[in-house]
Antibody
Framework: QVQLVESGGGVVQPGRSLRLSCAASGFTFKNDGIHWVRQAPGKGLEWVAVIWYDGSNKYYGDSVKGRFTISRDNSKNTLYLQMNSLRAEDTAVYYC??????????????WGQGTLVTVSS | DIQMTQSPSSLSASVGDRVTITCRASQSISNYLNWYQQKPGKAPKLLVYAASTLQSGVPSRFSASGSGTDFTLTISSLQPEDFATYYCQQSYRTGFVFGPGTKVDIK
């Protein structure tokens, strides 16, 4: 069965960096785009970033552009999110999600359980 | 950027009620619209993609429709396991913005 397992969350000071990982199994990882989505405590879902199946294209939400970098290692079935210059407003649960592709755009059909990032001094 | 709104932001309903949630896009997105259900402390779950296609395994009491800028998600007979927050998401353009959510709780 499809599984996505995030790791790497924790407490970090403002301005510092953190790298999240998402380990995938149960599907052919190298064939699928993967997204990061986050959710601040008590708030709604915010789309963060996507990387194409082969890593050739990456797109970011405006709030993280220039600070976060999405990458993947298809030989390890693992997705990453490098987060630099962290701010208090980056505090959230971060989910990775697999992209499904239909005739009318993409959808996120499998999600990990999330990892909590807390940015605080 | 495409903005998404949902109404209502919350609603109280009873088991067996028919519930309708509305999602509106700031510009036409054709049928590039997804719906997700999220329960407290859990990851979101895909319910509907392409505006009206139910994801495999989603009960038939859920239905969805719409095109252009206006979309609806309907639960024909609310069940105890349906109390959750529902989000729409546009997939028309990168940015893949989510709506702010509609919380459905027990009356």
């Amino acid at each position: 069965q499809v599984q996505l397992v995030e790791s790497g969350g924790g407490v970090v000071q403002p301005g510092r960096s953190l790298r999240l990982s998402c380990a995938a199994s149960g599907f052919t990882f190298k064939n699928d785009g993967i997204h990061w989505v986050r959710q601040a405590p008590g708030k709604g879902l915010e789309w963060v970033a996507v990387i194409w199946y082969d890593g050739s294209n990456k797109y970011y939400g405006d709030s993280v552009k220039g600070r976060f970098t999405i990458s993947r290692d298809n030989s390890k079935n693992t997705l990453y999110l490098q987060m630099n210059s962290l701010r208090a407003e980056d505090t959230a649960v971060y989910y990775c999600a697999r992209e499904g592709l239909g005739a009318s755009g993409i959808f996120l059909d499998y999600w990990g359980q999330g990892t909590l990032v807390t940015v605080s001094s | 950027d495409i903005q998404m709104t949902q109404s209502p932001s919350s609603l109280s309903a009873s088991v067996g009620d028919r519930v309708t949630i509305t999602c509106r896009a700031s510009q036409s997105i054709s049928n590039y619209l997804n719906w997700y259900q999220q329960k407290p402390g859990k990851a979101p779950k895909l319910l509907v993609y392409a505006a009206s296609t139910l994801q495999s395994g989603v009960p038939s009491r859920f239905s969805a429709s719409g095109s252009g800028t206006d979309f609806t998600l309907t639960i024909s007979s609310l069940q105890p396991e349906d109390f959750a927050t529902y989000y729409c998401q546009q997939s028309y353009r990168t940015g893949f913005v989510f709506g702010p959510g509609t919380k459905v709780d027990i009356k």
